[in-house]
């Protein structure tokens, strides 16, 4: 059977959703997660964009072996020498070019004529070429281009030296027959196109970039590019593990492979809306919640007699399992080294030591312990950053009753060694608390969103808290957890104000190395 080769580009175009702001350690783990799942290709970043991005894609290049690693670029100069400075470290270095074809594009964006934008293409992939063994060119905005346009740059830009050709419905706007078609046209008008891999990247504006990705595959496309969960720029993208269990349930009617490692599904989702704040909504295909639930009683009746009837894939094919105890009180640091070995998660001694702390502190308020449990704390831990001095929590206090007024009670140390403390009062505990931390904290702060999630099921579950705080004019997310939903909900607040200390002192840095 034919492979689809899977190019995930959640580390870059996943990232640019609103809010999201993942650091150096974050990306990276997202990045081994993303190769154990099995990816060809994945995107990890913008390497010219900031210094930050350049560090991330330098570190993930440095690391992944058995993914190829990508940039993604302008067709600049300075951008594709800037993707190389990160990217010659990889196995398998390539370059992720793109330059708008469409004529409104063209006209307004680029303010070229169809004849400089052609010149500039040709000239860049030729550029790029000297450097990378794989350079990928996009035509932005494709879906709203001139075909016959489409035939003559793409034919140059593979003799230029590209070795997949991307068409993306960048604005999220034509539709499974649209877009089948031009792939098709494509294919029948570009005579060195057997020379190149096609490949589709599309948004999800009016809900069709999984169908249009699986229009594209029916039409000769090789590679699908898409993020977990289908994050992304304003409605995000197509979802890549809905792509890649679709053609996996109805191989019938598909005869590809995809190479993911399936059952890695349901984690690799988990980590990518644990690290971006981006939940998954319980309806969501293949991975959210209630996939595999069943309500209705006569659907009840069906599964319990044949799964068949109303299941079309089980969850264990996409990872989902119970959570069933997998270590308790009295296991030891042996039994713990080895489950943390087992999920994919490499801690140093020190962080190890950490989590096994956490660990025994939460079997002491928590009778079962699952890998979901596990999971998050490991997280909490490989993804610090405590290099910086921050803000520390040294306690906090709530008074609230019915016929109370909520008051918050909070001491704090501050980056420059000192305790602060101070109450308020709120309209709730929380409400109260962040009032508190607000008045304690010197950097001006605006909460723009606040959620709270339960880590697994029951009264004993792990709280897990996101926020979104806008501090000193900068867009910080925040998350925390604890058994509490308040302490939660502290770590939260103060994760995000962390957060950007940890960016100004790693901005004033850069500055001094520069």
Partial sequence: M???????????????????????QEKLEIAKQLERWGVDRMEAGFPASSKGDFEAVKEI????????????????????????????????????????????????????????????????????????????????????????????????????????????????????????????????????IDQVELSCHCHNDLGLAVANS??????????????????????????????????????????????????????????????????????????????????????????????????????????????TLFLGKHSGRHAFKDRVSELGVDLSDEKLKEAFGMFKQLTDRKKEVTDDDLYTILMEIQTDTSAVNKYQLEMFQVQYGTSNIPTATVSLTTPDGKTVQTACTGQGSVEALYKTLDTLIKEELQLTDYQLNSV????????????????????????????????ASVNAFLNAVNRYIVHQYTSKEEQVVK
């Fill in 2 to 24: 034919p492979q689809i080769k899977i190019f995930d580009t959640t580390l870059r175009d996943g990232e640019q959703s609103p809010g999201v702001n993942l650091n150096k």
């Fill in 61 to 192: 290049a440095k690391t992944i072996k058995n993914t190829s690693v990508t940039g993604l670029a302008r067709t600049v100069k300075s951008d594709i020498d800037t993707a190389w400075e990160a990217l010659k470290y990889a196995e398998e270095p390539r370059l992720h070019l793109f330059l708008a074809t469409s004529p409104i594009h063209m006209t307004y964006k680029l303010k070229q004529t169809p004849e400089q934008v052609m010149e500039n293409a040709v000239s860049m992939v030729r550029y790029a070429r000297e450097k990378f063994p794989q350079v990928e060119w996009s035509a932005e905005d494709a879906s709203r281009s001139d075909l016959t346009f489409l035939t003559q740059i793409i034919e140059k830009v593979i003799d230029a030296g590209a070795t997949v050709i991307n068409l993306p419905d960048t604005v999220g706007y034509t539709t499974p027959a649209e877009y089948g078609a031009m792939f098709r046209y494509i294919r029948e008008n570009v005579p060195n």
């Fill in 214 to 323: 699986i229009a594209a595959v029916e039409n000769g496309v090789t590679q699908v590019e898409g993020t977990i969960n289908g994050i992304g720029e304003r409605a995000g993208n197509a979802s890549l593990e809905e792509v890649a269990v679709a053609l996996r349930v109805r191989s019938d009617y598909y005869p590809y492979n995809t190479g993911l490692k399936l059952d890695e599904t349901k984690r690799t989702s988990d980590l990518i809306a644990k690290l971006t704040g981006m939940y998954v909504q319980a309806n969501k295909a293949v991975v959210g919640r209630n996939a595999f639930q069943h309500e209705a009683g006569i659907h009840q009746d069906g599964v319990l007699k044949n799964k068949e009837t109303y299941e079309i894939m089980t969850p264990e094919m996409v990872g989902v399992k119970a959570n």
């Fill in 456 to 487: 697994g099921r029951g009264k004993d579950a792990l709280a897990e808290s996101h926020v979104q705080l806008i501090v000193n004019d900068e867009t910080m997310n925040g998350r925390g957890t604890a058994q509490d939903v308040l302490q």
